[in-house]
């Protein structure tokens, strides 16, 4: 599903680089969960942008879903994020003047699906998730591990099969850190590919695998067990 060989990314900062992203090197396999684990400013969050092509990268090579993305032009980058990506954010990313399903039904918009059935699509997934009687609810009617059961739902609603979560549960309490831990197990249980950034050790252990990455390198590569 993913294969990252040799990536980096630097910016400029006056007249020295800042180099994000060192040669970085890693593959997730269809089907996998992995986390990728490092400290504030270790380069996690730019490799998850750059592995959802929200970010570019300045050399190496990274192939998505056998795509190498580094020869494509804006338009078909961004129909293969929208056909292979759903994404989790830690700040939900949820329009707060659209109801629920409205926000789970978004990315459904963008690929031209009708209302009724982005709608009927949106509802079914709420449901799963528990939040059938709050399909009509705006965000800040909302608690915080509801609006990000709303934002799974939403990465989920394309059926992707890579769902890509930035540190998901950092706004969250313990409780509802291991019901949306739970979820994304789930998910990966029922087939998808899995790529968690976190912080913290006990997060990243909810996955099979974890990629520690260390000044914009990766440092280890193990088994979560």
């Not at 850190?177 to 979820?183: D, H, S, W």
Request: glycine share 8%.
């Amino acid at each position: 599903m993913i294969v990252v060989d040799r990536l980096s990314k630097h910016y400029r900062a006056g007249p020295s680089t800042l180099r994000v992203l060192d040669e970085v090197s890693f593959r997730v396999d269809a089907g996998e969960f992995v986390a990728i684990m490092g400290a504030s400013g270790s380069g996690k969050s730019t490799l998850l942008n750059v592995l959802g092509l929200l970010d570019s990268y300045d050399a190496g090579r990274y192939l998505l879903d056998r795509n190498d993305t580094r020869a494509l032009p804006d338009a078909a980058s961004a129909r293969l994020r929208n056909a292979v990506i759903g994404f989790v954010f830690q700040s939900f990313h949820l329009l707060p003047q659209k109801r629920a399903w409205e926000n789970v039904a978004l990315p459904l918009s963008y690929a031209g699906v009708n209302r009724r059935e982005r709608r009927a699509r949106a509802h079914v997934l709420l449901e799963r998730l528990g939040l059938g009687e709050r399909v009509d609810h705006f965000p800040n009617q909302l608690s915080g591990g509801q609006r990000q059961r709303v934002a799974i739902a939403r990465a989920l609603v394309t059926d992707p099969p890579l769902v890509l979560a930035d540190e998901p549960t950092g706004n969250l309490d313990s409780d509802t850190t291991r019901e949306v831990l739970g979820l994304l197990a789930q998910i990966h249980a029922e087939g998808r590919t899995v790529v968690l950034v976190t912080h913290e050790q006990e997060v990243a252990r909810a996955a099979n695998r974890i990629v520690w990455v260390r000044d914009g390198r990766v440092h280890a590569d193990e088994s979560a067990a």
